[in-house]
């Protein structure tokens, strides 16, 4: 055994220094006249340009007396503009003046009595200022451009704003994200605060956050990284300032603290012309100097035990090197060295041995200061969190005295070379990448010595670097079995705004005369795009050229799942703990991990899956060493108690998120004893399972029918013969009956299923409507509806629960077909929402359903961005083998977007309803909901159908 690890340890350092093929970012960098950073990232693989404004100011340059105030800033920017989202700005300016003005008066004012007053005047003065917006028109415009996943996110040091569109909208996009940042005008601010509560009472549900808020205050004592959250306190929630955000904007959203990344499918000369155009408008200004918090070292173990979890769990966090820093590299793989996907470091081998349940190192980087974490949990029977941490600490300790192979650096090193090459595969992958490196006031250029330096690291580099900051001085933070105790908010008594109908602002009149380029139509091509191979009965295969990297993917799915066979979830999860006949688990692990290959096994209700991703110049290794797995798999007996032990664990987390909670009783009210939390194995059946069953129980699965997709540049005739050798188990391959559909129960009348959730600061409403049976012919209508109906913020749905009427922070709704035509469809809806607004938010969906509104004048615009988005809906390489399986499973011969964009030049608004009339109006609502029973009017409820009470725990076997 010790030449076979010398000769895995020789090949991984050879493979390590001969891999050259390698990734590059290539990106052109330049700034305008007003200091505003250009970064163009030009790639053709996919017809899509995705395009991201990072700004660097987050929310821990928050003033201390209002934090969250970038965060509502984000918020805030897709309100519109004084030309855009309002009808008449000069008459609605004199309510957004008078609104700043009141909400200083209120953050001003103590007293209860007359807060209210004050509040009750900012809501008269937004329903008037409400006659002259448009709200979600900077959605609706983005839609109209074929725009799709328009989003934002603030960090501590930064936030960005982004979104994927068609290359022959460049010109739209540049000009209307240049504009959302001047003159903006943060109208329905009452409304968007209520949303931002909403967001709140979200987090606060899940004891994640509360666990890493109470890190976060103990491991910076002075810091904003600990002493303030992104999302605010509620104390400043409550008061907030308009004047105070302005000021903010105009402080830090100005062109030298921006930068504008494009990536994708365009032509960088003549985007620069545009960005000239468009963006040199942006303002110049004086950045303010950002204060230093000096966090001193810690004096030894500073312990902090609080009870915040449903079970025991620590968390270790250390100084780590800030973004930038010269020891960054080496400390990332000192952590691959202790924790890493392929479960073959000094942590991953706690778990796999079953001495800790959990243990996995995490980074939280910042510009300023960086914290390293460690998160165990311990064994839920007889393990204390101080024994659990004494076993990571030694680990710690060998990581300082260079007490590990040779193989495992290696290793670690080329795991950190291939994410990073996976990471470039995408636009929005590396737009992401670029805008994190621009916000760390780092050269973009210099992210391509990032191998050089990883391959530079050596063993003596390791202890250095662990010395310095694996040291004695940390955070030991444990959280007992206990619940934060959570601040509830009260209903406002507010009116919301309501628009009579849509309108057209004078900026969209303007931009709509601005000339676009038609979509240039890039198609799936079933025979050219993909190679399809029958490799023997019941084998097939499908070829993807990859167009970036020399990095391959390789997916075996067996026709059989664990709807049938419920303890094949257990065989599963078992055989990623398994050895061969030639190999210990720790071998082989150390086997594919020198090859540069992850592998993993799992399983859902319709298959079980065998997953590769490794470099192509050792494909034909990384499949012989799979078959190990296939043909001999030994596991130690005392594995399953690795999987018994994880069950426990994630079955007492389970119940105490509202959320988990929420989507069972859905999942129940649609399937009954067949729900996912149900047609499962008990506790204690699992407790009889033996290893000999359960690999008998894969060893079996693999006999079925497999579908291989393989994304990579190998030769098509050796890959078939590689797959070939590693299939030749000594048996014909038996036809399955998957896909699995799950058919949802019937219901003939509506009912409500009711979960009492005690202390739960949000309702998790789902609603669902059996449907007719599903066909081809009516897959464009769907998308017609579900872009009308719930089609993100300029859907019905968040525009009438969010936008107007502040119920929720997320709320959505979907047609859903069936995986296999001639099944039944559904209609599902959701809106989680504070528990004292469940019955309005009952109301209007309900109402929406029922009785839909009828908006005509919206249907130019679907049909625009039905069109656009379908032209460049082109797949991803890694899933275009698997999407076309699927269009082919469902009946389709060709790319199903061809026939779809003729139907929707046709398109009317009366087809819309009439597919609704037809399929949805008139169904019963059955309804799923998770909240305090306490805080919710039941009679009110009951109107709505029969109330069936459903305890928590009959939702899990």
Same mark, same amino acid.
């Given at each position: 055994?010790?030449?076979?690890?010398?000769?895995i340890g020789?090949?991984?350092?050879?493979?390590?220094?001969?891999?050259?093929?390698q990734?590059? &970012?290539?990106?052109?960098?330049?700034?305008?006249?007003?200091?505003?950073?250009?970064?163009?990232?030009?790639?053709?693989?996919?017809?899509e340009v995705?395009?991201?404004?990072?700004?660097?100011?987050?929310?821990k340059?928050?003033?201390?007396? *209002?934090?969250?105030?970038?965060?509502?800033?984000?918020?805030?920017?897709?309100?519109? @503009?004084?030309?855009?989202?309002?009808?008449?700005?000069?008459?609605?300016?004199?309510?957004?003046t008078?609104?700043?003005? %009141?909400?200083?008066?209120?953050?001003?004012?103590?007293?209860?009595?007359?807060?209210?007053?004050?509040?009750?005047?900012?809501?008269?003065?937004?329903?008037?200022?409400?006659?002259?917006?448009?709200?979600?028109e900077f959605?609706?415009?983005?839609?109209?451009?074929?725009? @799709?996943?328009?989003?934002a996110?603030?960090?501590?040091?930064?936030?960005?704003?982004?979104?994927?569109?068609?290359?022959?909208?460049?010109?739209?996009?540049?000009?209307?994200?240049?504009?959302?940042? %001047?003159?903006?005008?943060?109208r329905?601010?009452?409304?968007?605060?209520?949303?931002?509560?909403?967001?709140?009472?979200?987090?606060s549900d899940?004891?994640?956050?509360?666990?890493?808020?109470?890190?976060?205050?103990?491991f910076?004592?002075?810091?904003?990284?600990?002493?303030?959250t992104?999302?605010?306190?509620?104390?400043?929630l409550?008061?907030?300032?308009?004047?105070?955000?302005?000021?903010?904007?105009k402080?830090?959203?100005?062109?030298?603290?921006?930068?504008?990344?494009?990536?994708?499918?365009?032509?960088?000369?003549e985007?620069?012309?545009?960005?000239q155009?468009?963006?040199?408008?942006?303002?110049?200004?004086?950045?303010?100097?950002?204060?230093?918090?000096?966090?001193?070292?810690?004096?030894?173990?500073?312990?902090?035990? &609080?009870?915040?979890?449903?079970?025991?769990?620590?968390?270790?966090?250390?100084?780590?090197?800030?973004?930038?820093?010269?020891?960054?590299?080496?400390?990332?793989?000192?952590?691959?060295?202790?924790?890493?996907?392929?479960?073959?470091?000094?942590l991953?081998?706690?778990?796999?041995?079953?001495?800790?349940?959990?243990?996995q190192?995490?980074?939280?980087?910042g510009n300023?200061?960086?914290?390293?974490?460690?998160?165990?949990?311990?064994?839920?029977?007889?393990?204390?969190?101080?024994?659990?941490?004494?076993?990571?600490m030694?680990?710690?300790?060998?990581?300082a005295?260079?007490?590990?192979?040779?193989?495992?650096?290696?290793?670690a090193?080329?795991?950190?070379?291939?994410?990073?090459?996976?990471?470039?595969?995408?636009?929005?992958?590396? *737009?992401?990448?670029?805008?994190?490196?621009?916000?760390?006031?780092?050269?973009?250029?210099?992210?391509n010595d990032?191998?050089?330096?990883?391959?530079?690291?050596?063993?003596?580099?390791?202890?250095?670097?662990?010395?310095?900051?694996?040291?004695?001085?940390?955070?030991?933070?444990?959280?007992?079995m206990?619940?934060?105790?959570?601040?509830?908010?009260?209903?406002?008594?507010?009116?919301?705004?309501?628009?009579?109908?849509?309108?057209?602002?004078?900026?969209?009149e303007?931009?709509?005369?601005?000339?676009?380029s038609?979509?240039?139509?890039?198609?799936v091509?079933?025979?050219?795009?993909? @190679?399809?191979?029958?490799?023997?009965?019941?084998?097939?295969?499908?070829?993807?050229k990859?167009?970036?990297?020399?990095?391959?993917?390789?997916?075996?799915?067996?026709?059989?799942?664990?709807?049938?066979?419920?303890?094949?979830?257990?065989?599963t999860?078992?055989?990623?703990?398994?050895?061969?006949?030639?190999? @210990?688990?720790?071998?082989?692990?150390?086997a594919?991990?020198?090859?540069?290959?992850?592998?993993?096994?799992?399983?859902?209700?319709?298959?079980?899956?065998?997953?590769?991703?490794?470099?192509?110049?050792?494909?034909?290794?990384?499949?012989?060493?799979?078959k190990e797995?296939?043909?001999?798999?030994?596991?130690?007996?005392?594995?399953?108690?690795?999987?018994l032990n994880?069950?426990?664990?994630?079955?007492?987390?389970?119940?105490?998120?509202?959320?988990?909670?929420?989507?069972?009783?859905?999942?129940?009210v649609?399937?009954?004893d067949?729900?996912?939390?149900?047609n499962?194995?008990?506790?204690?059946?699992?407790?009889?399972?033996?290893?000999?069953?359960?690999?008998?129980?894969?060893l079996?699965?693999?006999?079925y029918?497999?579908?291989?997709?393989?994304?990579?540049?190998?030769?098509?005739?050796?890959?078939?013969?590689?797959?070939?050798?590693?299939?030749?188990l000594?048996?014909?391959?038996?036809?399955?009956?998957?896909?699995?559909?799950?058919?949802?129960?019937?219901?003939?009348?509506?009912?409500?299923?009711?979960?009492?959730?005690?202390?739960?600061?949000?309702?998790?409403?789902?609603?669902?409507?059996?449907?007719?049976?599903?066909?081809?012919s009516?897959?464009?209508?769907?998308?017609?509806?579900?872009?009308?109906?719930?089609?993100?913020?300029?859907? %019905?749905?968040?525009?009438?629960?969010?936008?107007?009427?502040?119920?929720?922070?997320?709320?959505?709704?979907?047609?859903?077909?069936?995986?296999?035509?001639?099944?039944?469809?559904?209609?599902?809806?959701?809106?989680?929402?504070?528990?004292?607004?469940?019955?309005?938010?009952?109301?209007?969906?309900?109402?929406?359903i029922?009785?839909?509104?009828?908006?005509?004048?919206r249907?130019?615009?679907i049909?625009?961005?039905?069109?656009?988005?379908?032209s460049?809906?082109?797949?991803?390489?890694?899933?275009?083998?698997e999407?076309v399986?699927?269009?082919?499973?469902?009946?389709?011969?060709?790319?199903?977007?061809?026939?779809?964009?003729?139907?929707?030049?046709?398109?009317?608004?009366?087809?819309?309803?009439?597919?609704?009339?037809?399929?949805?109006?008139?169904?019963p609502?059955?309804?799923s909901?998770?909240?305090?029973?306490?805080?919710?009017?039941?009679?009110?409820?009951?109107?709505?159908?029969?109330?069936?009470?459903?305890?928590?725990?009959?939702?899990?076997?």
């Amino acid at each position: 055994m010790t030449n076979k690890l010398f000769l895995i340890g020789f090949l991984s350092v050879l493979f390590l220094n001969t891999n050259a093929q390698q990734a590059k &970012l290539k990106v052109t960098t330049y700034k305008l006249d007003n200091g505003l950073t250009v970064i163009l990232n030009e790639d053709h693989t996919k017809p899509e340009v995705f395009g991201l404004v990072a700004v660097k100011v987050g929310s821990k340059n928050d003033p201390a007396d *209002a934090t969250g105030l970038a965060h509502y800033q984000e918020h805030m920017l897709f309100k519109g @503009t004084e030309d855009l989202g309002t009808t008449n700005w000069e008459n609605e300016k004199p309510f957004i003046t008078k609104i700043f003005q %009141l909400y200083d008066t209120l953050g001003a004012t103590n007293d209860e009595v007359k807060r209210a007053i004050i509040q009750k005047e900012i809501n008269e003065l937004t329903l008037a200022a409400g006659e002259y917006a448009i709200p979600n028109e900077f959605d609706k415009i983005l839609k109209g451009i074929g725009g @799709t996943d328009m989003n934002a996110n603030t960090s501590m040091d930064r936030t960005v704003y982004f979104n994927a569109f068609p290359p022959n909208q460049l010109d739209k996009w540049l000009e209307l994200y240049s504009h959302r940042f %001047l003159k903006p005008v943060f109208r329905l601010f009452q409304s968007e605060l209520e949303v931002v509560y909403e967001e709140k009472n979200l987090y606060s549900d899940n004891f994640i956050t509360s666990i890493l808020e109470n890190f976060q205050k103990n491991f910076y004592k002075k810091h904003p990284y600990g002493q303030q959250t992104t999302i605010g306190t509620v104390e400043h929630l409550k008061n907030p300032s308009l004047t105070k955000m302005y000021d903010f904007f105009k402080t830090y959203y100005v062109a030298n603290n921006m930068a504008l990344v494009l990536s994708g499918d365009f032509n960088p000369d003549e985007a620069k012309k545009m960005i000239q155009e468009k963006f040199s408008q942006l303002p110049t200004g004086k950045i303010p100097d950002f204060p230093e918090f000096k966090e001193a070292e810690f004096v030894g173990r500073e312990e902090i035990t &609080l009870k915040l979890s449903p079970i025991k769990l620590g968390l270790y966090g250390f100084r780590a090197p800030k973004n930038g820093n010269d020891d960054e590299i080496a400390f990332e793989i000192c952590n691959a060295i202790l924790s890493n996907e392929d479960q073959t470091g000094l942590l991953d081998q706690l778990m796999l041995d079953n001495k800790l349940l959990a243990a996995q190192v995490f980074n939280i980087p910042g510009n300023d200061y960086s914290s390293s974490i460690i998160f165990s949990v311990p064994k839920i029977l007889g393990q204390s969190l101080e024994s659990a941490e004494t076993l990571i600490m030694n680990e710690i300790h060998r990581l300082a005295i260079g007490d590990f192979s040779e193989t495992l650096l290696e290793n670690a090193k080329l795991n950190i070379i291939k994410q990073f090459q996976q990471q470039l595969e995408s636009n929005e992958s590396r *737009a992401v990448l670029i805008a994190e490196l621009y916000a760390q006031n780092r050269d973009v250029n210099s992210i391509n010595d990032l191998i050089d330096k990883v391959k530079g690291i050596s063993v003596e580099n390791i202890i250095l670097v662990s010395e310095k900051y694996y040291g004695a001085n940390y955070l030991a933070f444990q959280s007992k079995m206990g619940f934060p105790k959570k601040k509830k908010l009260e209903k406002p008594d507010y009116k919301p705004v309501a628009p009579k109908k849509d309108a057209k602002s004078p900026y969209l009149e303007q931009f709509e005369k601005i000339p676009a380029s038609k979509p240039i139509t890039h198609f799936v091509d079933f025979n050219k795009d993909l @190679t399809y191979a029958k490799l023997k009965e019941n084998v097939e295969l499908y070829v993807v050229k990859n167009p970036v990297n020399e990095i391959f993917t390789i997916k075996f799915k067996f026709g059989v799942g664990k709807y049938n066979n419920p303890s094949l979830a257990y065989a599963t999860q078992l055989m990623n703990f398994a050895g061969s006949y030639h190999y @210990t688990l720790k071998d082989i692990k150390t086997a594919f991990s020198s090859l540069g290959c992850s592998y993993s096994i799992s399983c859902d209700d319709s298959y079980t899956y065998v997953e590769l991703t490794g470099f192509d110049n050792k494909l034909k290794e990384s499949i012989d060493l799979l078959k190990e797995l296939f043909v001999a798999p030994n596991i130690d007996k005392e594995k399953l108690k690795v999987i018994l032990n994880g069950e426990m664990s994630t079955r007492k987390m389970e119940k105490s998120e509202p959320d988990n909670v929420a989507r069972a009783l859905f999942d129940y009210v649609r399937y009954g004893d067949k729900s996912e939390s149900l047609n499962r194995l008990s506790i204690k059946e699992i407790s009889k399972l033996n290893t000999d069953t359960l690999v008998k129980e894969f060893l079996d699965a693999i006999k079925y029918d497999v579908a291989i997709h393989y994304a990579g540049n190998a030769e098509v005739n050796d890959l078939k013969s590689y797959l070939l050798d590693c299939l030749d188990l000594g048996y014909e391959f038996q036809k399955g009956t998957s896909p699995i559909v799950n058919v949802p129960n019937e219901y003939n009348k509506p009912q409500i299923y009711f979960v009492d959730k005690k202390n739960a600061l949000q309702s998790k409403i789902y609603l669902f409507t059996n449907s007719e049976k599903f066909e081809l012919s009516q897959v464009s209508y769907i998308n017609a509806f579900n872009q009308y109906f719930s089609g993100d913020f300029s859907g %019905l749905v968040l525009q009438e629960i969010r936008e107007y009427r502040s119920l929720a922070y997320g709320a959505g709704a979907r047609y859903v077909m069936p995986e296999k035509a001639g099944y039944n469809s559904s209609f599902y809806g959701y809106v989680g929402t504070q528990d004292d607004k469940t019955m309005e938010a009952i109301d209007v969906f309900t109402n929406l359903i029922k009785s839909m509104p009828e908006k005509s004048e919206r249907i130019e615009n679907i049909k625009v961005f039905l069109e656009e988005a379908s032209s460049v809906a082109y797949p991803f390489f890694r899933d275009l083998s698997e999407t076309v399986e699927s269009w082919k499973r469902k009946g389709y011969t060709e790319d199903p977007s061809i026939k779809m964009i003729e139907v929707y030049k046709r398109l009317t608004f009366n087809d819309i309803t009439d597919f609704y009339k037809k399929n949805i109006q008139s169904k019963p609502i059955i309804y799923s909901i998770v909240g305090d029973k306490k805080r919710i009017d039941m009679d009110a409820l009951a109107k709505y159908g029969e109330i069936v009470f459903v305890k928590q725990n009959d939702l899990f076997k």
